[in-house]
């Protein structure tokens, strides 16, 4: 059966632990760590830490589902549009050489994705609907349709009054 990577949702600060009973079981993983200093009162060390806080990547065949569920510290599945989202390869190959190739990655969570259905909170299409067609750094664009046509608006996120997944 064909294997996927998929993200799992742990608990809290248990990423190394879920990874390495993953891995005790046979069981194909991926926790992408990064290098950082921290400082205490008395020194400087380096640690590492998740990239993500709170995942891990599994590769596995879909009907293994059950066993990675069952593992200690395991959530559930990260979920889109009602199913466990599917990493694809190439993403997990990007993860890789990012972290091969530069000290400090910074991780934004923008929290809206393409695709989302959204209602706006306020400015000129207040209590529209729309759906999100492209995210930027500060900024959602929402193709809205009203009077029978498509509006384009460029709306900020903290216009955006709730999103309807």
Not at 32 to 47: A, F, M
Not at 104 to 133: S, W
Request: proline share 3%; with cysteine.
């Amino acid at each position: 059966m064909e294997k996927k990577w998929y993200a799992l949702y742990v608990h809290s600060r248990q990423e190394k632990k879920v990874s390495g009973l993953l891995r005790s079981q046979d069981i194909e993983e991926y926790l992408p760590l990064q290098k950082v200093v921290r400082q205490w009162s008395d020194r400087k060390k380096t640690i590492e830490e998740p990239l993500f806080k709170s995942y891990v990547f599994c590769r596995i065949p879909e009907n293994d589902m059950e066993k990675v569920r069952r593992v200690s510290g395991v959530t559930n599945f990260v979920y889109w549009l009602g199913k466990p989202a599917v990493i694809r390869d190439n993403e997990i190959l990007e993860i890789k050489d990012l972290l091969d190739n530069y000290d400090t990655i910074l991780v934004e969570n923008i929290g809206y994705h393409v695709n989302d259905e959204i209602t706006i909170a306020k400015g000129p299409f207040a209590n529209q609907k729309g759906m999100i067609k492209t995210v930027e750094k500060n900024k959602i664009k929402i193709f809205i349709e009203s009077l029978g046509c498509l509006l384009i608006a460029d709306i900020t996120k903290n216009n955006i009054l709730n999103l309807h997944v």
